[in-house]
């Protein structure tokens, strides 16, 4: 087990990909805290999941988009554990579906709360605990859309390169504290949010949900959506010892979508 005793956070971490995260995490050894919009704190079903498993695990009920959630919960894991090994900030929400000039100020600010702003505090809080050991693992979860721009999907694009950007420079800051920071740029990933932006999308163009699921798939080099298994492992990956020398770093994981650009 490649992170076994290691102590890691991962939010939105109850739902598809974060799921996925969470099982994948736990598997490999690490006590992994589910912070989510969609548990209860520290007894919940997904939790008892992991524990059947053999895995320690725990959770906290946050809202992202609220700093002082999100401060508390990292406030919950420190006093707990004593520690925290890894971050994986993974919550983050599709936003609406339409041309920019149409977009409202406040449908903007809500999806940077989300995507951007309320992962920035998780770092923030966190990395408080970790500098002073001078170890730890952080990795945010962007976008391909972040790398190239989805169409009538501004704010989440925006938001999602905004991510690789503050990656960068947290990689930077972080480095002399012998702490990686890391993103994953996931492409179209099967599941609940790229059914609603599938069915979003069709009703904006006009096109059939099978066209656009067509379009997503032909423009990348595997001709397939991925799974969120796929990005699980590649968290696994940069949270090991195995990308001790990786920080700094945007992993797409995307079937080849990058290619196609």
Known sequence: ?????????????????????????????????????????????????LKALGAAADSFRMDIAKPQEARDMVKYVFDKYGRIDILVNNSGIAGPTSKLVDVSLEDWLKVFDVNLNGLLVCCQETLKHMIP??????????SEGGKSGYPLRGPYSVSKRAVIALTDVLAIEAGEYGIRVNTISPGRTKGPRVDH??????????????????????????????????????????????????TGENLSISAGKHMMH
């Not at 656009?212 to 968290?235: C, F, Q, T, Y």
């Open 133 to 142: 050991v001078r170890s730890g693992n952080i990795i945010n979860i962007s």
């Open 197 to 246: 932006v599938i069915k979003a999308t069709s009703e904006a163009t006009g096109k059939t949900p099978d066209e656009i699921l067509a379009g997503m798939s032909a423009d990348v080099s595997l001709k397939r959506l991925i799974d969120a298994s796929e990005v699980a492992a590649g968290v696994v990956f940069l949270a090991s010892d195995d990308a001790s020398a990786i």
């Open 1 to 49: 087990m490649k992170l076994k005793g290691k102590i890691a956070i991962v939010t939105g971490g109850a739902k598809n990909i974060g799921k996925a995260i969470s099982l994948r995490l736990a598997q490999e050894g690490a006590t992994v805290i589910v912070a989510s919009s969609s548990v209860k704190t520290g007894t919940d079903p997904f939790v008892d999941e």
